[in-house]
């Protein structure tokens, strides 16, 4: 398996334009969750779904940012209108409901200037 | 809410040498699990070791160990033999199992660097 794949590596924007990120989780896991690690504030967990289905979106920062899962092999998480704080990397996990191992992708970096 | 908290931001030890970093969390429950990622340069993070709290034993893999105090809530990891691809960031990660919650947090983390 190619694990989590995340796109793009890196994406450099101007503030006020739209962002999105991918995450094809591992074939098979059934969870799949969205984290932003920053300097300041490290790892945060911004949501999660289960079986596609959003289960805790209370890490999402605002409306600005939204997530998607439409199948079981797709999730994006657009940021629109991006701001410079919103820079930082976003990574993406999956997991097999119940087996407690996240996989984690590569991440995608952001800056918004 | 529970809380992860590593006081070590930063931590070195000469190749082959042993190192221990530190982790302590705060929870109210009884039933969790705890784990260490591994964050090199490359920035994916990758799963080093887990412990699920029911379990006494400490887990083991390979060159890495922990130390787990329940009572303390101290989850500490070792890691023996030191090699040069062990620099990296490391993070404590805790997740409950109640609420059938699929939720890790994470510690700030502790940077490990390894002198030749």
């Known amino acids: 398996d190619a694990g989590v794949i995340q796109s793009p590596r890196h994406e450099v924007t101007e503030m006020g334009q739209e962002v999105t990120l991918r995450c094809k989780p591992i074939?098979?896991?059934?969870?799949l969750f969205w984290y932003r690690q920053t300097m300041m504030r490290g790892l945060e967990l911004l949501i999660y779904?289960?079986?596609?289905?959003?289960?805790?979106d209370s890490g999402m920062p605002e409306d600005r940012f939204s997530a998607k899962m439409p199948n079981a092999s797709f999730s994006t998480l657009k940021i629109q209108p991006s701001e410079p704080r919103d820079s930082a990397v976003y990574f993406c996990?999956?997991?097999?409901?119940?087996?407690?191992?996240?996989?984690f992708g590569a991440g995608s970096r952001l800056t918004v200037l | 809410a529970q809380t992860v908290t590593q006081s070590q931001p930063e931590m070195s030890v000469q190749e082959a040498e042993t190192v221990t970093l530190s982790c302590t969390y705060d929870?109210?429950?009884?039933?969790?699990?705890l784990f260490w990622y591994k964050q090199p340069p490359s920035r994916q993070m990758i799963l080093v070791i887990r412990?699920?709290?029911?379990?006494?034993q400490n887990a083991t893999e390979n060159r890495f160990s922990v130390n787990f105090q329940k009572a303390a809530k101290s989850f500490s990891l070792k890691i023996s033999d030191s090699q040069l691809g062990d620099a990296a960031m490391y993070f404590c990660?805790?997740?409950?199992?109640?609420?059938?919650?699929?939720?890790?947090?994470f510690g700030k983390g502790t940077k490990l660097t390894v002198n030749p």
């Open positions: 996990a999956s997991s097999l409901w119940g087996y407690n191992v996240l996989t």
């Open positions: 074939s098979g896991h059934n969870s």
């Open positions: 779904f289960n079986n596609n289905v959003p289960i805790d």
């Open positions: 929870t109210s429950e009884s039933d969790y699990y």
């Open positions: 412990q699920e709290a029911y379990k006494q």
């Open positions: 990660a805790y997740r409950s199992t109640q609420g059938g919650s699929e939720k890790l947090v």
